[in-house]
């Protein structure tokens, strides 16, 4: 069964239309998970769903530009030339609740 984090994108960029997130979590589609700044201040966040695992995902910002997650401590290449962050669920959040903790940003 499929669970959800909240996810956030600090500073991801302040004079951004849109961030979204794309990666194993929602098979690559940009579309899917879109993030949210309810305060205008560039703190993008947002709720994915996640399996139990190590995810590799990214950040894109206005539709185009894929950037990792600041606190991710670690990334992969995407094949593409550039970077995928990485994280690890380490279990499944309560049904119908958004989840911090349960991650482990590699």
């Known amino acids: 069964e499929d669970g959800r984090i909240l996810v956030g994108a600090p500073g991801a960029d302040a004079a951004a ?15 899917a998970v879109r993030l949210a700044d309810a305060k205008g201040d560039g703190h993008w966040q947002g709720v994915v769903p996640v399996m139990p695992g190590v995810s590799q995902y990214v950040f894109v910002v206005d539709g185009q530009r894929g950037i990792t997650d600041p606190q991710a401590a670690e990334s992969v290449a995407d094949g593409f030339g550039q970077q995928n962050s990485l994280m690890r669920i ?3 959040p309560p049904p119908n609740e958004a989840s911090e903790g349960i991650v482990d940003f590699l």
């Not at 239309?17 to 579309?31: I, K």
């Open 17 to 31: 239309r849109g961030v979204s997130v794309a990666g194993d979590v929602n098979g690559g589609d940009a579309r």
């Open 90 to 92: 380490l279990e499944m």
